[in-house]
Each structure stands twice: as structure tokens, then as C-alpha cells.
């Protein structure tokens, strides 16, 4: 553990010396990579034999744990924990907030001589019973029934958690649901997801001779996206602390425009971030992989390796709740909102998706022979069957406040669903519509249901960074998903839907006296049926908006009416019928996100009214009046006026107009608060609050061209995104 610290310490200083020492010591990556996980290299070293072999079975089959096993499992973990510094241990839960939940209890258990033991139990490692009544349930629990039950997901490694300052915390990454055992939280749904998708498409291998999967996993690596500022401005700024991003501010003289950000060197200060950040990962197992500036000043991209779906949900919050710590120790603030700065990018997280066999297959990779080509397009149509079907379900999981000031706007793939698939890749679909021979664009022929497949290209040439859900050469990227959210939601729809379009094709399959016939005649259904969800072209242009529309593809603009799709009777049939959801979840998932966007929206609200109330009326108006005795000055010294007066009658009339938008912001949002049903609330938050905001936003930022910088109450722009 002495070297953990140590070399923790070594690279969280900024030190140069300190720096030539890390550098020195190279072999330390891998002493430190997942030195603070409960892996299974560590299972296997400290378990002994049968209970390591009873622990990996439930692992990989699900198979039930005895209380004997876990009494041994829970001990050595303990055990281990405490060796690295540990004094307490938290079951760590994902609640419907979209962040994560710990508790933490000590292992101390007194003894009656006046000592003390250290104690953890196979019961207290399985199961915990926090009082549930302060998370959102939508409905699912009453305060009355606080409580709620934590169940340990044995398919994510347990972890330690070092905070900044030496105390260490043994996670138990757990599943959170209700007495009567409703999920509460975003691991059930995604790991009830994942067991759907995989059941659905081993069918789908079993039917064209598959033998040898026994089980199929959802991979995910989420590329997370993140600006960085330095806390000085940040703690200047009511709105950033409040609500995340900015309210008012005019943009900086420069901004994206030269392109010079992406990609470029990173400044010593960031990179220092970067270097503690990777380490602090590594050290939990997070594959931190690539890092980057991305295209927004301040803006910067993290990605680690993918991995399955569950550990990479895990793994994304770590990141998130990493980077936010990390940075606070270089005095930084990491900003995780969609849009912290008006005209210029916001983040999102693309959310990279595949499917692989426990053998270790990418059933996207398109393979060299033929067998594994049919496979790779049978699932290929399996997907767009189930993007067309259920783009609503998609977008709805994509929906937060933040992002509708993202999606559409420049830099985000609209709000409108459809796929990229590359030329190379259409042109094969095309032809298998109209059930023609297919060619590749080598001299690959393609005959799906006769007898010879060629190898299908792997890599597309050209990459669409415009797309919501671009096919990338061996997966598929949603590109939507919001930066400050978990990917949970997102994913659990993914895995969903697509289950549901490999359970009908392999409904047909296994019917089928001729596999390949049928998988042909599938293939060139889904084409033919669902080909309008694939365009290829520049999604970031008006004409795509119009395009869609004639192709009846919705476009959801906004996050109350992208959520209807949670509620209805598609969507309690599709999540009932793969019992990932039951109707009631899905309500109080419905009700909870409604609740959340109003809860967002009445704090920009209230952000935006203490702001011009208390920082930007009383500046403006004591500096008006200063503008007015030099007006008054003037004219007794027979001096021109004119220009104060005209700057004078200027900012006299973006007065008045504040003080009336902000009176005009103050009612609506009372009517607002005032309106108790969920979908009306937000409804009124929507089309009332968020245009009287803008209306505001306006005027102050009028104003701030007006004013003299140094009178100016916040930080500008130009400050936060350049100053470091
Ligand atoms: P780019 O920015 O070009 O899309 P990155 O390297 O930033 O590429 O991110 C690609 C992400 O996709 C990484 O997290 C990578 O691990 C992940 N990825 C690669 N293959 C798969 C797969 N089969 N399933 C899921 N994710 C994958
Ligand atoms: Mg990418």
C-alpha cells in the first residue's frame, strides 16, 4: 500500500522534481492498475478454492451464492480492504437521481471487554437496508415503507475509494430496489436489459448454427466529454454553482471558430489534471484510455477501453465523480453539463455500443467468412429494425434538460433519429432489398441465401460525426447521450429494443426449413420496411430536418415530449414483456424525469432571478447613475454630453426592460411552481419559464457590452474559458 500513496502523492503534486521522480519510476502503471479493485486476480490469490470456484459461477451463470460462501467471501474482502487502509465499507447504489448513492458503516464491533473487533459478514456484504425515503421512487414507495433494500451485483468488482486526503472506502457496487422489490435505482433495469439481449440473441446464434455461445454480453465505452475552469471564476458565478451552466454572459471574442482547440496541445496546468485523473482511475480498474482537447475552449474528452455494459455504467460515474474531485485538488472546477456556455460546443458522451459471445466474438465485427457474414447482417437488421421501431424510446433516453439546448443546435446530432451506415455498407443493404446479388466495393460479392458471403469491409471510409447512431466500422455509436447523465438509461433502451427485434427475427428462424432463405428474406424485409431510419448524409442541415419529416421520422425537440415515450403502451408492453421494467417502474421513471427537468428549470429560474436582483441591477444602476452626474457635469462645465447621454439612455432602456422581464420571469415561475401535476408542470416550466429566462438573458447580456468590465459583478466569458 506504501507505494500506492507514495506514487499517489508523487503525481498529485505539481512539483517539477516530483515529476522527474514519476517518470523514473515507469513499471508503476502496472503495480498500480487496479490495485484498489477486488478483482479476480485477487479473488483467486486470497479466496480458497471451491469458495473462489462457487463465487465464479455465480458470477458467470447467476447461479445463487450460499451464506456460506459469501460469510467466506465477505471476510477476505474485509480483510483485504483493511490492509489497504480501509476502516469502513458502503453498499454504492445508482438512485434514480442519475448519481450515486454511499452509506458508509465501519467495520468495528465492540466486544464486551471494552475492545474491539473488525467484523463483515456474508449477510452484510449481500444485502443492506438503508432508509430509502429521501430518494426518488415516483410513487413505487411510500415514506411510510422507507425502506429499501441494496442487493450486492457480484458482476462488478467491489473497489476502494481513496479521497483526497488518505481515507479509504471498501465499495460494494449494489442494485437498489424497494420492500416489495420494485427497482428504485439504474443497475436493475440495465442488468434485466442485459440478460434480455443476451437471451434474444443466442436464439438468433442457435438458429444459424451457432453452438458453441452460451451467453452474450452488451460492450460499452462511453467517450466522456467535460470542460475544465478555474474555481476562482466558478465560485463568482450563482448559476454555475447552482444549476451547472451558465445563465447569462456574452460570448468571448474568440471562441471555436479557428478550429485550434481540438486536438491541441495540452496546456502543463490540464495535463497535470490529466495525469492525477488517469492514475485515480487506474488504480479502480478504469481502463482510461485516450484523453484530448476537445472543440470548445476548456473542453476535453476522456475515453476509457470498453468493457461490458454494467462495469462500463459503474465505471462512467467513477469518471464523473473522479474528475469533478481531481480537479478540485489542481483548483480546478469540471463542468459535466450538456451546455455550460452559450455559442459555443457543449459535451455529450458517445456512447459506444456492441454485442459479444462469452467466447469473445464482436458479433458487429463483419468478419471474413462466410458464416459470420450472415450473422453480422442478420443482427445488422436486427438493430435498424429496432432503431426505426423504437426511435422515440432512444431519444426519450437521451432527454435531460440540458440537452435540449444541445440537440439540434450546432455541434449535436439533431434530435431526430437515424443511422449511419456508411456507402459500402448501404449499397449492400440496397441491393439485398431488392434481393439482388450485393457487391462490396472491392470485388466482393455478396449472396445471402444462396451460398457464398465475402468479407464485408471493416472499416468505414467515411466517418459520420454528424449522426445520433453511426455504425464505426465494429459498433455502433449513439452520440446522443447526454454528458452529465448516466448511461444506464440509455443502454437498458439499447439493449431493450434490440432484444425485442432479435426475439421476432429468431421467431422466425427457428420456424424457418431454410436458414439462409429466410435470414435472406429477413434481411430484405427489414430493408425494404425500415430503410428510412439510414441516412448517411450531414444531419447538422436544415434540409435532413425537412428530409426526415417526409420520411414521418419524429422530431422530438424538447425533454417533456421526448419522455412521453417512456409512458406509453408501447413502452409498457415492450419493457413488461422482456421484464426489464414493469408498468409501474416505467411510470415512476416517467414521473421522476418530469419532476427532475421542472426541479432543473426552477433552479436556473431562481439562479437567474437572485442574479439580476442582487449582482446585475444594482451594479447597472449605480453605474447609470454615475454615467448620469457625469452627463450633468458636463453640461455645467459646457462640455459635449452627447455620447453619455446617448450610452445613458441606452442602458436607462435595457433597465427598464430587465426589470420588467424579470418581474414577467417572477410570475411564471410561481404559476409554475404553483401547478401541481407532473406533466403540466413541466409543460409550464417548458413554453413559460425557460422564454421568459431568455427574455432576461437578453437584456443583461446587452448590458454587459455596456458596462466597464471591471464594474462587471461576475466573471465574463473571455475569464472562465481563457483565463487559467
Ligand atoms: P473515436 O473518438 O474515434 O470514436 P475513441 O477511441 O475516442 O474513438 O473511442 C472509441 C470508444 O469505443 C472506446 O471507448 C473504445 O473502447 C470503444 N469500443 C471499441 N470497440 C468496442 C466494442 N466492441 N464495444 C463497445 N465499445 C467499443
Ligand atoms: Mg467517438
Not at 478454492?49 to 451464492?65: F, S, W
Request: hydrophobic share 40%; proline share 4%.
Amino acid at each position: 500500500m506504501g507505494t500506492i500513496q507514495e506514487f499517489a502523492k508523487i503525481v498529485s503534486s505539481n512539483g517539477d522534481s516530483k515529476v522527474k521522480e514519476t517518470s523514473k519510476d515507469s513499471g508503476s502503471i502496472a503495480k498500480i492498475y487496479g490495485s484498489n479493485v477486488f478483482n479476480d486476480r485477487v479473488m483467486n490469490a486470497r479466496l480458497p478454492k471451491d469458495i473462489y470456484k462457487a463465487l465464479r459461477k455465480t458470477i458467470e451463470t447467476g447461479a445463487p451464492m450460499t451464506l456460506e460462501v459469501a460469510n467466506v467471501v465477505a471476510n477476505t474482502m474485509k480483510d483485504w480492504a483493511i490492509e489497504k487502509g480501509a476502516t469502513h465499507y458502503t453498499h454504492w447504489f445508482q438512485p434514480l437521481t442519475g448519481g450515486t448513492a454511499e452509506k458508509h458503516d465501519s467495520f468495528i464491533s465492540p466486544t464486551s471487554d471494552g475492545g474491539v473487533i473488525l467484523e463483515f459478514s456474508g449477510k452484510q456484504l449481500i444485502q443492506g437496508e438503508p432508509d430509502a425515503s429521501s430518494f426518488p421512487s415516483g410513487g413505487l414507495r411510500a415514506t411510510f415503507e422507507a425502506r429499501g433494500y441494496t442487493a450486492w451485483d457480484c458482476t462488478s468488482p467491489a473497489f476502494l475509494k481513496e479521497d483526497g486526503r488518505g481515507d479509504v472506502t471498501l465499495c460494494i457496487p449494489t442494485a437498489f430496489c424497494s420492500y416489495t422489490g420494485e427497482a428504485l435505482d439504474k443497475k436493475t433495469p440495465l442488468l434485466r436489459s442485459m440478460e434480455a439481449v443476451s437471451k434474444q440473441a443466442l436464439r438468433v446464434l442457435r438458429a444459424l448454427g451457432n453452438t458453441t455461445a452460451k451467453s452474450v454480453t452488451s460492450t460499452v465505452g462511453p467517450e466522456q466529454e467535460y470542460f475544465l475552469i478555474d474555481k476562482k471564476w466558478y465560485d463568482k458565478r450563482i448559476d454555475l454553482i447552482s444549476s451547472g451552466r451558465t445563465l447569462f454572459g456574452v460570448p468571448a471574442p474568440k471562441g471555436q471558430e479557428l478550429e485550434d482547440q481540438y486536438f491541441g496541445a495540452i496546456k502543463d496546468r490540464i495535463s497535470s489534471f490529466m495525469r492525477d485523473l488517469d492514475v485515480e482511475l487506474w488504480k479502480m480498474g478504469v481502463a482510461a484510455k485516450t484523453k484530448h482537447n476537445e472543440v470548445a475552449p476548456a473542453q476535453y474528452e476522456l475515453a476509457p477501453i470498453f468493457t461490458t455494459t454494467n462495469i462500463a455504467t459503474d465505471h462512467n460515474q467513477l469518471v464523473m465523480e473522479t474528475m469533478q474531485k481531481v480537479a478540485l485538488r489542481h483548483g480546478l472546477v469540471c463542468l459535466l453539463h450538456e451546455k455550460p456556455f452559450a455559442g459555443i460546443n457543449g459535451s455529450g458522451k458517445h456512447n459506444n455500443w456492441s454485442l459479444a459471445t462469452d467466447d469473445g466474438h464482436n458479433i458487429l465485427e463483419p468478419g471474413k467468412t462466410p458464416h459470420d457474414n450472415e450473422q453480422f447482417l442478420v443482427f445488422l437488421a436486427a438493430i435498424i429494425r429496432a432503431v426505426d421501431v423504437h426511435a422515440d424510446k432512444l431519444r426519450a433516453a437521451a432527454a435531460n434538460t440540458g440537452n435540449d439546448l444541445r440537440l439540434g443546435a450546432n455541434e449535436a446530432p439533431p434530435a431526430i433519429i437515424s443511422i449511419f451506415m456508411g456507402e459500402e455498407l448501404t449499397d449492400i443493404l440496397e441491393a439485398l432489398g431488392k434481393g439482388k446479388k450485393a457487391q462490396s466495393k472491392g470485388q466482393h460479392y455478396l449472396n445471402i441465401g444462396v451460398d457464398t458471403l465475402p468479407s464485408l469491409p471493416k472499416d468505414n471510409t467515411d466517418r459520420n460525426r454528424t449522426s445520433p447512431f453511426a455504425f464505426t466500422g465494429n459498433k455502433f455509436e449513439f452520440r446522443m447521450v447526454p454528458s452529465s447523465a448516466s448511461i444506464s438509461g440509455p443502454n437498458t433502451v439499447l439493449n431493450t429494443v434490440v432484444a425485442e427485434s432479435l426475439d421476432h427475427i429468431a421467431t422466425r428462424l427457428e420456424k424457418a426449413k431454410d436458414i439462409n432463405k429466410e435470414a435472406a428474406a429477413i434481411i430484405k424485409e427489414v430493408v425494404n420496411k425500415h430503410d428510412r431510419i439510414i441516412f448517411n448524409g450531414n444531419n447538422y442541415s436544415p434540409d435532413w430536418v425537412k428530409e426526415a419529416k417526409k420520411r414521418s421520422i419524429p422530431n422530438i425537440s424538447n425533454t417533456v415530449d421526448a419522455l412521453a415515450a417512456m409512458a406509453n403502451t408501447s413502452a409498457e408492453k415492450l419493457f413488461s414483456k422482456y421484464r426489464v421494467l414493469s408498468k409501474e417502474e416505467l411510470h415512476s421513471r416517467y414521473e421522476i424525469y418530469l419532476e427532475i427537468y421542472s426541479k432543473n428549470i426552477n433552479i436556473e429560474a431562481q439562479s437567474s432571478i437572485r442574479m439580476v436582483r442582487q449582482q446585475y441591477l444594482p451594479v447597472v444602476m449605480n453605474y447609470s447613475g454615475q454615467l448620469a452626474n457625469t452627463v450633468t457635469a458636463l453640461k455645467s462645465a459646457g462640455a459635449s454630453s452627447a455620447t453619455q447621454k446617448d450610452i445613458l439612455s441606452e442602458i436607462s432602456a435595457l433597465i427598464a426592460s430587465a426589470s420588467k422581464n424579470l418581474a414577467a420571469l417572477e410570475v411564471v415561475t410561481k404559476k409554475a411552481q404553483a401547478t401541481s401535476e407532473a406533466h403540466a408542470k413541466a409543460v409550464v416550466y417548458r413554453d413559460k419559464v425557460v422564454p421568459a429566462m431568455s427574455s432576461l438573458r437578453a437584456d443583461i447580456d446587452a448590458l454587459e457590452m455596456l458596462i466597464p468590465s471591471s464594474e462587471w459583478p461576475v466573471p465574463s466569458y473571455a475569464d472562465m474559458l481563457f483565463k487559467f
